[in-house]
């Protein structure tokens, strides 16, 4: 199982971004899915969580109603939609997998990928 997250860059507060997580090893269908972040000094934090069947989601406080996560089955792939970003979304971003979404959710994912730095300026 790997994950090789991408789309990071250097956004305006304001902008939007678009992070991807491709996977290799597994199907993506079959697996809960995870993004988590990591700003220097800070500890790593829950951005969002979905279910392998999408029937549970997740969104911590700050990425509720501006950051969606989604499946492309047929490129194996999932993605972190972020709108109206602001500067403390700056960090380090992660995507996880895990066969249950409890693992997720806890941010013990058995499945890590490596991060993609997220910067947005003020």
């Known amino acids: 199982v790997q994950l090789q997250a991408s789309g990071g860059g250097l956004v305006q507060s304001g902008g939007s971004l678009r992070l991807s997580c491709a996977a290799s090893?597994?199907?993506?269908?079959?697996?809960?899915i995870g993004w988590f972040r990591q700003a220097p000094g800070l500890v790593r934090e829950r951005v969002g969580c979905?279910?392998?069947?999408?029937?549970?989601?997740y969104y911590g406080v700050s990425a509720k109603g501006r950051f969606s996560i989604s499946r492309d089955n047929a490129k194996n792939a999932a993605y972190l939609q972020m709108n109206s970003l602001k500067t403390e979304d700056t960090g380090l971003y992660y995507c996880?997998?895990?066969?249950?979404?409890?693992?997720?959710?806890?941010?013990?994912?058995?499945?890590w990928g490596q991060g993609t730095q997220v910067t947005v300026s003020s």
């Open positions: 090893g597994f199907r993506v269908d079959t697996y809960a």
């Open positions: 996880a997998a895990d066969f249950k979404y409890s693992g997720i959710v806890a941010g013990s994912a058995a499945n």
């Open positions: 979905i279910s392998a069947n999408d029937s549970s989601t």
